[in-house]
């Protein structure tokens, strides 16, 4: 044990002092931030209002569009013909033209005359707003009031009652895909970055024949498991330092530009669809109180509990892997047995995109069971509360499965770490597994 402490050591303080873990850690917030920065720049940039001369023949748009949205309306009785000519010297953005033909019940031939293409954040929002000046208009002639039909027209929200042991409570499908889809992909993230980089020191040490000097001081598989867990620790560190800086840059620039952040949501809410897009991100949050309501159901303890359960198993299965593909290898990474082990975690990734549109079909529950999926698949569908048997049962199949795979990583990794110069076949490598050592 004490050994493997030694190389635990080895490994963390090697990696954390190197300048490219120090740039990553440092330039990952500051990449963020920049990325919040330059979309407030697009925003103030693009928040310039036009001024629009509206030029309607028929009356029915006159004096009923408001100024809103950076967008600002002036009417004119002067002909078309001479408002194209004057209005750029009038200092106005375009024309809004209503041919005096138009008609209410077919709403085509309004023109937007400009020397400059009109943005779609406000195109659609002149459109919503001369659609809704014909809707009241036409609604008023048959004598119903906008009103009325509001009423009428207003959607069905549904509130979902999770049923368990401890009760009944209130559900949030959005909440839950979001929950889901953040600890799921984070896991899949790390699984491909510190496995990678577990296979990529094992390459190195065994190209370099540092491996020779080690092994000769300690087992084989303390070497491995020293390996794996000093770079986890690595992972974490920096994980832990990305939360704190995202989170302080972020407490930072979201009260300075609290203003700008309202105004780029209403932006969303511009586009075609927007916000309807909104509320489906949102998971139904008609207002900020349902959104707290929502997020105060959630066992904070027991969801962090479950993504470092997942996230260090996912993390030491398939770094277990990586370690012996990268023993088996010769001089350069083996694309076979490397599709080997990142197949099941594909899988597991649009296994879990399926989980919000059924979080509980058989599919789900076995991938969520089954160590190589699990870490994923489970993460994605914690949030809709599965059984607790299913999680039990995922727990202990995954701590089973590590420990399955970590015997046979080591297996692969003893005899692998000290051969040079060869490519391994798999039907070779599965040989490996059944060597007998004194």
Known sequence: MNKILIIIKREYVTRVRKKLFIITTILT?????????????????????????????????KNKLENKDHLEFSYSDIKFEELKKQFKEKGYSGILHVPAD???????????????????????????????I?????????????????????????????????????????LASGIGFIMGTII??????YGGMVMRGVLEEKNNRIAEVIISSVKPFEMMMGKIIGIAMVGLTQFVLW????????????????????????????????????????GGWDTYGK???????????????????????????????????????????????????TIPVIISFFIMMNVPNEPHSTLAVFASIFPLTSPIVMAGRIGFEPPMWQVIASMVSLIVGFLLIVWMAAKIYRTGILMY???????????????KYN
């Open 243 to 282: 939360i704190i800086l995202i989170g302080g840059i972020f407490f930072v620039l979201g009260s300075m530009y609290s203003n700008q952040i309202q105004e780029m949501q209403q932006a969303q809410q511009m586009m075609p669809g927007g916000q309807m897009q909104m509320q489906q991100q949102m």
């Open 188 to 193: 899949y993230i790390v699984m491909f970055i």
């Open 291 to 341: 959104m707290q309501e929502s997020v105060s159901t959630i066992n904070i303890p027991w969801m962090v509990f479950i993504f470092l359960f997942y996230f260090l198993g996912g993390y030491f299965i398939y770094a277990s892997l990586f370690a012996a593909v990268g023993a088996a290898t010769g001089d350069e990474p083996d694309t076979s047995l490397n599709l080997i082990i």
């Open 102 to 132: 138009f008609n209410m019940y077919t709403p085509e031939g309004i023109e937007y005359f400009s020397d400059e293409q009109l943005g779609l954040g406000p195109q659609s929002g002149i459109e919503d707003m001369l659609t809704d």
């Open 29 to 61: 917030p500051v990449g963020f931030a920049s990325i919040f920065l330059v979309q407030m720049f697009l925003s103030s940039v693009s928040s310039e209002t036009k001024k629009i001369i509206v030029a309607d023949e028929t009356g029915i748009f």
């Open 421 to 435: 110069g060869k490519k391994n076949s798999l039907r070779e490598v599965v040989k490996w597994l059944f060597y």
């Open 134 to 174: 014909i809707r009241t208009d036409k609604l008023e002639k048959i004598d119903i009031s906008p009103t009325l039909v509001d009423q009428l027209s207003k959607s069905v929200s549904l509130n979902t009652i999770v049923v368990s042991e401890q009760g009944e409570k209130a559900g949030n499908t959005g």
